[in-house]
């Protein structure tokens, strides 16, 4: 009798909820992957900055530092990210008591509010939009994400960021670059030639960290 009304109705709602927190789990393990393989890019070029900072070359040293501010930033959004998915789950492991006293699932406006943050995230958006279809169908959501990002947000972040590259440079070059704005002060001289295989590193790492980031 299960196996026709699965064939007639589709799963219950006791299935669905336990296939959603299976891929809630599947996700959150992909963030993880993800933070790591950022550590350890960042920790590589945060290595090359200083390597290049040690020879004045304080361009090179400057695009790599924005690059490892980037990825300090994408780390933090992966494990807020990483912390919505968890709270989601919980969410439905209340929905699942719910559903034994009143026999189905309830509308939740904070598993809504945490998809649409959810959404945004590049690495799991297509995760969540399956999913809130799927919750809709179900009765707990009963409105369209919202995917567009805040161009407010991005602009802060823009303003920010040189500040942020300034406060970077300055810890990774025990306060050679980047103290108080005044790039290059006290720096030594640039050798010639000797640089070639630390630039070629910073372009490595450099590229590394925008395939994490992008």
């Given at each position: 009798m299960q196996t026709i009304n699965r064939f007639l109705y589709g799963p219950t709602p006791e299935e669905r909820v336990r296939a959603w927190q299976a891929k809630l789990r599947g996700?959150?393990?992909?963030?993880?992957?993800?933070?790591?393989?950022?550590?350890?890019?960042?920790?590589?070029?945060?290595?090359?900055?200083?390597?290049?900072?040690?020879?004045?070359?304080?361009?090179?040293?400057?695009?790599?530092?924005?690059?490892?501010?980037r990825s300090n930033r994408q780390k933090d959004r992966?494990?807020?990210?990483?912390?919505?998915?968890?709270?989601?789950?919980?969410?439905?492991?209340?929905?699942?008591?719910?559903?034994?006293?009143?026999?189905?699932?309830?509308?939740?406006?904070?598993?809504?509010?945490?998809?649409?943050?959810?959404?945004?995230?590049?690495?799991?958006?297509?995760?969540?939009?399956?999913?809130?279809?799927?919750?809709?169908?179900?009765?707990i959501l009963d409105e369209m994400l919202q995917d567009t990002l805040d161009m407010e947000e991005e602009e802060e972040l823009e303003e920010e960021a040189d500040a942020e590259v300034d406060k970077v440079l300055f810890e990774l070059t025990d306060g050679k670059l980047g103290e108080a704005g005044k790039v290059g002060t006290g720096l030594p001289t640039s050798q010639p030639l000797e640089q070639e295989e630390t630039e070629q590193d910073m372009e490595k790492y450099r590229q590394q960290l925008n395939a994490l980031l992008s």
């Open positions: 996700e959150s393990r992909r963030l993880d992957q993800e933070m790591r393989q950022l550590d350890l890019a960042t920790h590589k070029a945060r290595q090359t900055v200083k390597q290049l900072a040690s020879k004045g070359d304080v361009k090179s040293a400057r695009i790599l530092a924005k690059e490892v501010v992966l494990s807020v990210s990483k912390a919505r998915l968890g709270s989601i789950g919980i969410q439905l492991t209340q929905q699942m008591a719910m559903l034994r006293v009143t026999g189905s699932l309830q509308k939740s406006t904070e598993i809504m509010k945490l998809s649409n943050a959810l959404v945004k995230l590049p690495q799991i958006s297509q995760t969540m939009r399956e999913m809130s279809m799927e919750m809709t169908k179900a009765g």
